[in-house]
């Protein structure tokens, strides 16, 4: 099997959980490569996410770590055997190699929650929205890269259009809802479109007022995505230095609790639609 030059995300993190069940069960590489029948460099390369694994081999190597999850093992095997090749390949090569791992995630995700401070959530933005934010970038895109990150964008929401959408929820300050990317008719349409797309039964969308007493919170991004089981749950942040997904139960545990935490102080849906009401009519 040729060497991959450039895993995915999801591929890397196939290879992630495969080496945390072998420090589980406390076995060196060798030995787990001997117990599979291969060489220690295979073991390796699986586990770098270089090469891919069978679902045959990945059971024997989950059998031969005493892992005892079935759960988890057959969300492995979906990982391993996942041909699909989603809309988001037409941009390899033309768009940064994160862009096209968070709509992969995206796509297997059984759950989506944002929490933003600044700006309204990707999967809710309108095309003017998305292109007023990515033309705020500094140094300036060319023309041609920030047409393709709008329609990128704009293509992430297939999630909540297909015929079985995850449940997404947003958690937006309000300060979000006041800072105007563009021109005031454009601000105005953006909180129609967060509106619109709250009436849909799998979203949910909540507001954290200024006015709330005692708010500490968090104040850079939150993005989270279920995976098939928790385990396989994976955080992202964005940060100038780039995109970070984070998958260790330590830190996912963590913005678990920073999501609830938001949720807890923030508006509920209905209160949360006036309120965005009230903001649009006072633009």
């Known amino acids: 099997m040729a060497l ?22 406390g076995l060196p590489a060798r030995e787990a490569a001997a117990l599979l029948g291969v060489s220690s460099a ?11 694994v069978s679902e045959k081999r990945l059971r024997r190597l989950a059998a031969n770590y005493s892992c005892s999850d079935d759960e988890l093992i057959d969300a492995l095997a979906a990982m391993a055997t996942d041909r699909t090749r989603g809309w988001w390949e037409e941009y390899r090569e033309h ?28 999967l809710l ?13 500094i140094p300036e895109l060319p023309e041609e890269e920030l047409e393709l990150r709008v329609r990128h964008r704009m293509q992430r929401k297939a999630i ?47 507001v954290i007022p200024f ?42 545990s963590v913005f678990r609790t920073l999501f609830r935490r938001v949720e807890a102080v923030s508006l509920d849906p209905t209160r949360t639609r006036d309120f965005i009401h009230r903001v649009a009519k006072e633009l």
Request: aromatic share 6%; no cysteine.
């Open 125 to 137: 933005q309108t095309p003017e929205y998305a292109r007023a934010a990515f033309s705020s970038r």
């Open 211 to 252: 006015d709330l007493d005692g708010f500490g919170g968090a104040w850079s991004p939150v993005m989270l995505a279920g995976g098939a089981v928790p385990k396989l749950d994976t955080a992202v942040r964005d940060a100038p230095h780039g995109t970070g997904f984070i998958d260790s139960e330590a830190q996912l």
């Open 95 to 122: 768009l940064p190699t994160p862009f096209l791992d968070l709509a992969e995630l995206e796509h297997h995700s059984t759950y989506r929650r944002d929490v933003e401070f600044l700006f309204v959530p990707g």
């Open 42 to 52: 295979q073991i390796s390369q699986i586990e770098t996410g270089l090469t891919g």
């Open 160 to 206: 909540l259009v297909r015929p079985d959408p995850a449940p997404y929820e947003a958690v937006i300050h309000e300060a979000a809802l006041h800072i105007r990317l563009s021109d005031r008719a454009n601000a105005r349409a953006q909180l129609f479109r967060v509106l619109e797309l709250s009436e849909a039964d799998h979203v949910t969308v909540r």
């Open 4 to 25: 991959r030059s450039e895993p995915t995300a999801r591929q890397m993190r196939l290879a992630v959980e495969l080496r945390r069940l072998r420090d589980a069960a």
